[in-house]
C-alpha cells in the first residue's frame, strides 16, 4: 500500500484527486497520508513520532527524496462521509461538527503568541458556536493558523467528497449542498496560500460545474461481462444532476460508483465454482511442476487484469485456488 505514497510524490499537484469506487482502500490511504506527513502533537504541543508505523515498508528504503517529507507538515483530514443525511441541515450540522473536531485536534497552537488575534475566532469555530460563513472557509482559515505555528504551509485531505453531493442529488437538495461544498473547496484549494498540496478522494471526478474549473478528461475503458465485451466512454467530469441525462451518464455513474465491481464479482464468483481443476490437483499430487505451470498460467489469462500487479494479488490468488 505504501507505494501511494511513492506515487503521490512522484505526480502531485497542488490538488490530487483519487478516483475509485467504493471499497477500494481510499480511506485507508487518507489514514496513511497522514501519518506519513504529518508533524503530530499531542494536546500539549509535544512531538508524537509516527514514523515506527512505517517499520519494514518499502517507503522506508525508497530514499530521501520521499523520507525528507515524513513528519514535516500540519496536516488537515476531514472526512465528508457524515454528510449523508435525510436533509440538508442535518448535513450541515454532521460537517460542521467534523470541521470543530478538526479545530479541536490542533486546539494546542493557540498557545502561540502570533495567533492571539485569530483565538477567538477560531473558537467559535471548534465550540460550533460561530455562523455559516464561518465555515465557508474555515479550512483556509484553519490552514493559516497551522502555518502561523508551525511555520509550513499545510496539507489537506479531503476524504469521501461526493458523498454528501450523492445524497444530497437522491434527496433533493442539492443546490444547497453544491453551493456549500464549492464555497468550502474554493477557499480552501484554490485562493488558499497557506496550502501545501491538498489530497481528495471520492468515487466521482470533480467536474468544472460542482467545484471547479480544469479538470477535464475522456477516457475509454472494455469491460468483461459474462464474457462479451462493453465499450463506453468514461466522461469523469458529470456531476450528480446530469447522470439522467443520457444513457452514457448513467454507465459512468455506475461504474465510477461500484455496481459493475459488486455484478461482475457475483459473476465471476459463479464461473470459478464452474472450473474444473481437477488436473491442477492431480499436478500438485504428483508433484508434476510443468502441468501445475499450464493449469495456473491459464487461470492467470482467464482471470486477472493490469490492476492485479502486487505481490499480496498471488498469495490470495494461490489460497483461492487451493481451499482448504
Known sequence: MDHKLQELLDQKGEVNLFTR?????KTLNMSMFQY???DARDRNGNIIDHRYLFDGLHIMQAGEKYL???GQYPV???SLKSGKQPDFEMAYTMMRRQIAAEYARHAFILQHQNLSEQKKRYLTIMRE???RSEYNDSLQFLSQCLQAYYGRKAIILIDEYDVPLENAFIRGFYDEMIDFIRTLFE????TNSSLAFAVITGCLRISKESIFTGLNNLKIISTLIEGKTLIKPIHEDITYDEVYQTMDNLWNFMFFTGYFRRKIFSWFEEKVKEKDRTRLFQAVAECDA???EEEITQMLLETISFND???SFYHGFLAGIFPV
Open 68 to 70: 525528507s517529507h515524513m
Open 21 to 25: 469506487p467504493r471499497r477500494f482502500g
Open 290 to 292: 510443468e502441468t501445475m
Open 309 to 311: 500487479a502486487y505481490e
Open 36 to 38: 506519513f506527513f504529518e
Open 76 to 78: 488537515i483530514n476531514l
Open 187 to 190: 477557499s480552501a484549494l484554490k
Open 129 to 131: 458556536t460561530a455562523g
